[in-house]
């Protein structure tokens, strides 16, 4: 349902919102750096990042570019970059 509200609840009901429109940056995995410890999917407050076997990946179109996987990985294995054009 399209909407333009900014909560995920409204008079019309529940409906998703493609949160990774509001983001300005972008995280970027190492692979070779992440430990697959898990923090980045603890943490992040909108579930977008998934993990594939021993790969930890985020789904641009809810990641919101928080940074707080960044903030929170144990090895700096996330970094903020600018956005890829749509
Ligand atoms: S928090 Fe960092 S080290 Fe841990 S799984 Fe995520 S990217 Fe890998
Ligand atoms: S930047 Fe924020 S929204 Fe995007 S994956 Fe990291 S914690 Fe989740």
């Not at 429109?21 to 407050?45: E, F």
Request: glycine share 12%; proline share 6%.
């Amino acid at each position: 349902m399209e909407t333009d509200y900014i909560v995920p609840i409204g008079p019309d009901g529940i409906f998703e919102i493609k949160t990774g429109t509001w983001r300005t940056v972008d995280p970027r995995i190492d692979q070779s750096s992440c430990v697959r410890c898990g923090a980045c999917l603890m943490y992040c407050p909108v579930g977008a990042v998934t993990r594939e076997g021993e790969v930890f990946r985020i789904d641009l179109e809810y990641c919101k570019g928080c940074g707080i996987c960044a903030n929170e990985c144990p090895k700096g294995a996330i970094t903020m970059e600018g956005r890829e054009s749509a």
